[in-house]
């Protein structure tokens, strides 16, 4: 059963911008997060979100260019990510747990255990 749909991935130049978006349904869970695997490399956390206190994690990397959010009346988990680099590109996956998670614990992937189906993120230099 689908619980998790992302969308929103696309090519932009470097310097863009794209926001994706994952689509919750019906279901709520206690902490959200988008990962990224890029080809040949391992899955990593970019960004995470306590939906009940709104406290949020980010990988170094992206820290100050992206901007993990929630629309509680949509049930929907966005990911804003501005002055894109070709180092950004990767397919980006929407995840989800049902369990409190330490700051520490947060980004990594064998907390989530319900996943989107992942979109693409293109970035040409």
């Known amino acids: 059963q689908v619980q998790l749909v992302d969308s929103g991935g696309g090519s932009v130049q470097a310097g863009g911008s794209l926001r994706l978006s994952c689509a919750a349904g019906?279901?709520?869970?206690?902490?959200m997060a988008w990962f990224r695997q890029a080809p040949g490399k391992e899955r990593e956390g970019v960004a995470a979100?306590?939906?009940?206190?709104?406290?949020?994690y980010y990988c170094d990397s992206v820290k100050g260019r992206f901007t993990i959010s929630q629309d509680n009346a949509k049930n929907t988990l966005y990911l804003q990510m501005n002055s894109l680099k070709p180092e950004d590109t990767a397919m980006y996956y929407c995840?989800?747990?049902?369990?409190?998670?330490?700051?520490?614990?947060?980004?990594?992937?064998?907390?989530?255990?319900?996943w989107g189906q992942g979109t693409q993120v293109t970035v040409s230099s």
């Open positions: 019906r279901y709520t869970y206690r902490t």
């Open positions: 979100l306590d939906t009940s206190d709104g406290r949020t």
């Open positions: 995840a989800a747990t049902r369990a409190l998670l330490w700051a520490g614990s947060s980004l990594k992937e064998s907390n989530y255990y319900y």
